[in-house]
């Protein structure tokens, strides 16, 4: 088994390296060493450290964010391309078993019983289409909202698996819209047994079964999704239909959806950019590290 020396840099608070995806992933293909000479960094968008080593770099993100294949070798994120160096792996792979989404464990799964209406856990207040759409959900039945953001239940949601495991219903928009960004959001209602009511990636077809829950882009009209919602909350044999029906499109993951293909997937990957050894972009990526270090030090310097 090949050694390989890594390290992390700019991920978000509390990120802990030996406990992440990312290390699951490869130990099963590499000894690996945490290590401050490291071979190949794994950085992410909270920071500018990566700007500091010369090793080979692989980029992260579960943000909104597109990679610079200036600055890195390999990119691990969400986006929809058929670039080698680009490796689609959401972030709601990271989350649990996806198998737990199959028609075969879902209908012997027993779910929480459903007892209230619906809700939304939001911190984020930047995302206008989702606040517009929880407030004319409103009209229709009181949402409760447990986040810090438009928080009507008297406390903030501690546990939002807790919290949200007793609603029909989970408004699962993301922050913002773009082809390919879907993070959590839409997986921890269906790991529930409740229906995600869902906007974000326009093109969420590609990953799940979108007949399992609420997919705006099936509807593009507010008005048609809230009755379409309101189907459903009236009918007690379809929610239970949609509630056991696989989320996945022929009740199948995909490879970037499986850990252990996605394990291999991204082994394969990281070997590719050793042996490859990119060196002109490289050097091109040397340049643009110096003119973005001189580019801080002026901002810097002009702040004081």
């Known amino acids: 088994m090949r050694k390989l020396k890594i390290k992390f840099v700019d991920f978000w608070g509390g990120f802990q390296p030996i406990e992440s995806a990312f290390w699951r992933y490869l130990t099963n293909y590499f000894e690996l060493e945490y290590s401050e000479q490291p071979e190949i960094i794994f950085y992410s968008v909270f920071g500018n450290e990566y700007l500091n080593y010369d090793c080979y770099k692989i980029f992260y993100t579960g943000e909104n964010v597109r990679p610079n294949f200036y600055e890195c070798d390999l990119a691990i994120s969400f986006d929809y391309n058929k670039n080698w160096r680009n490796l689609r792996i959401p972030l709601y792979t990271r989350i649990t078993d996806l198998t737990k989404l199959t028609s075969k464990i879902k209908n012997e799964t027993v779910y929480t019983p459903k007892t209230k209406f619906c ?17 004319k959900l409103s009209e229709y039945k009181k ?11 008297g406390f903030t ?3 939002k698996i807790e919290f949200i495991k007793d609603y ?4 699962s928009f993301e922050n913002s819209e773009y082809p390919g ?3 959590e959001k839409i997986v921890e209602p269906m790991l529930c047994g409740s229906i995600p009511i869902y906007w974000g990636n326009p093109l969420i077809e590609k990953d799940f079964n979108t007949s399992s829950f609420v997919n705006f882009y ?13 189907e459903i909350d009236n009918n007690d044999l379809l929610f239970y239909s949609i509630q056991k029906m696989s989320n ?11 850990f252990d293909k996605a394990s291999k997937y991204l082994s394969n990957s990281v070997d590719m950019v050793i042996l490859e050894k990119p060196i002109n972009k490289r ?8 003119i973005i270090k001189r580019a801080l030090k002026l901002f810097t310097k002009f702040k004081k």
């Open 218 to 230: 099936d509807y593009n009209s507010v008005e048609k999704v809230i009755e379409r919602i309101i």
């Open 181 to 183: 960004y879907t993070t």
């Open 283 to 290: 050097l091109i990526g040397i340049i643009y590290k110096k």
């Open 168 to 171: 029909k219903f989970v408004i």
């Open 143 to 153: 949402v409760d909202s447990g986040g810090r953001y438009l928080n009507n239940i």
């Open 248 to 258: 996945f499109k022929n009740d199948s993951l995909m490879d970037f959806q499986d």
């Open 119 to 135: 809700c939304m856990v939001v911190s984020n207040s930047e995302c206008k289409f989702r606040n517009d759409f929880f407030e």
């Open 157 to 159: 949601v501690e546990n």
